[in-house]
């Protein structure tokens, strides 16, 4: 897990001074500022008078008055119009992404919950649509495509329905091939990584406890993805969110090597290792052979923190591409954007579109 995930109290108290800078300025602080990534990799500071800063925090990452990014043709603001410029659409962009992909193979990475699916309230109905599901299967007709996401694999895979992918759930700590890989270089093998294994044991305790500790708090939901824990506060009232993480607090305390992180509205409980989607997408462009190539071009799609992890590899390597979704400014490791789960499908078709002819011009010659 990398730095910028953790949200401890200092960071928080960062990312609250700039909440106040964010009500003139149109960016949220996301992540929290470099400055504050580098010290906190593990700890879990919950210090009594740290819970006002953890339920600002948990205002600052669910903002309500943050202005939504003009949807392509509509009037831009000027403030949007800065963001646009940096953070440009990937379907304007089309042409710039498939040019960028000349002679080197797209693996494409895709987030699930609000990438493919839209934020609904409850957790277990973020279904995606049947289009969608079309759109996925056939970018993996193509490249090599993998979900990584931080629900649970078993969800995930019943969730999406497709065999011929491959998956990372639980935030990349549990990876799985399809029994048939179509594309990867290396020798046909299934792939299976489980690098917290060894926390299985805690994570059902603290899941117990969790359910237990929080079941006061209406609105709350405690869900089990198996390497890592989610605390929703989606439906919990805000003046409860302090009860929250207060419950929350006193049961990781027993947990020194459990951390916490937030994602939207979401607080999320996982083993200090370093693990993350960064280094999920790292290891499996290995299994599928890419490891030093650079004819190789991966494509990130994901809409939240944790995705930042995967968009940072990206840039820090040189290669590929991130594509942050989001309807609102934000600051990202990303290089392009779209604003919803339908331009994210809308990009997939686009994708698929443009491949097919070139493959069927290339059989003829
Ligand atoms: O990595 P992801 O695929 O983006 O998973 C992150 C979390 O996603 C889910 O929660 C989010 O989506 C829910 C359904 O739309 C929404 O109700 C919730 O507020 C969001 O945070 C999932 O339920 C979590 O367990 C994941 O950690």
Known sequence: ????????????????????????????????????????????????????????????????????????????????????????????????????????????FLDYDGTLSPIVEDPDSAFMTDAMRAAVRNVARYFPTAIVTGRCLEKVIDFVGLTELYYAGSHGMDIKGPAKPRHTKAKAKSVLFQPAREFLPMIDGVYKSLLERTKSTAGAKVENNKFCVSVHFRCVEEKSWGALIEQVRSVLKEYPKLRLTQGRKV???????????????????????FADCKDVMPVYIGDDRTDEDAFKVLRDRGQGLGILVSKFPKETNATYSLQEPTEVKDFLVRLVEWKRPTMKSRSKV
Not at 61 to 85: C, F, L, R, Y
Not at 277 to 286: M, P
């Open 267 to 289: 607080l999320e409980i996982r083993p200090t290792i370093k693990w993350d989607k960064g280094k999920a997408l790292e290891f499996l462009l290995e299994s599928l052979g």
């Open 1 to 108: 897990m990398t730095k910028q995930n953790v949200v401890p109290a200092e960071a928080v108290a960062a990312i609250t001074a700039a909440a106040t800078v964010a009500s003139s300025s149109p960016l949220y602080p996301y992540p929290p500022p470099r400055s504050f990534q580098k010290k906190y990799v593990s700890q879990l500071d919950f210090a009594g008078g740290m819970i006002g800063t953890w339920v600002e925090s948990m205002k600052a990452s669910s903002p309500t008055h943050t202005k939504a990014v003009p949807a392509i043709g509509a009037p831009v603001d000027e403030q949007s119009a800065a963001w646009i410029m940096r953070y440009p659409s990937a379907l304007t962009k089309f042409e710039q992404i498939t040019s960028a992909s000349k002679g080197k193979q797209i693996v494409m």
